[in-house]
């Protein structure tokens, strides 16, 4: 059974900083791109970041150099470093695995991220 489990979220104020982790089961973890999506009532699901097996980034513009992707292999786990943060940020962040190759994707559960001003 395929589990993504996010944790990390919370409340923050404006300028503060939160870090996500993503824990995954029940994949071959280096087979799936890794990313972070969020959404906000109302509106779609946009990707904010997500990362190769080997470690190629790629970012929403509205987060470059404020948040970085990572990932741990060895522990199956994906993580998203939130600096700088704003109440634009402020959305329900979702962990996703995408194994392109053969259409196959997952959802985490979603983790709450709000950030005051």
């Known amino acids: 059974q395929v589990q993504l489990v996010e944790s990390g979220g919370g409340l923050v104020q404006t300028g503060g900083s939160l870090r996500l982790s993503c824990a995954a089961s029940?994949?071959?973890?280096?087979?799936?791109?890794m990313g972070w999506y969020r959404q906000i009532p109302g509106k779609q699901r946009e990707l904010v970041a997500d990362?190769?097996?080997?470690?190629?980034?790629n970012y929403a513009d509205s987060v470059k150099g404020r948040f970085t992707i990572s990932r741990d292999n060895a522990k199956k786990t994906v993580y998203l470093q939130m600096t700088s943060l704003k109440p634009e940020d402020s959305a329900v962040y979702y962990c996703?695995?995408?194994?392109?190759?053969?259409?196959?994707?997952?959802w985490g559960q979603g983790t709450q991220v709000t950030v005051s001003s």
């Open positions: 996703k695995a995408d194994f392109r190759l053969y259409s196959l994707n997952y």
């Open positions: 990362i190769t097996a080997v470690g190629g980034t």
């Open positions: 029940g994949i071959t973890f280096t087979s799936y791109i």
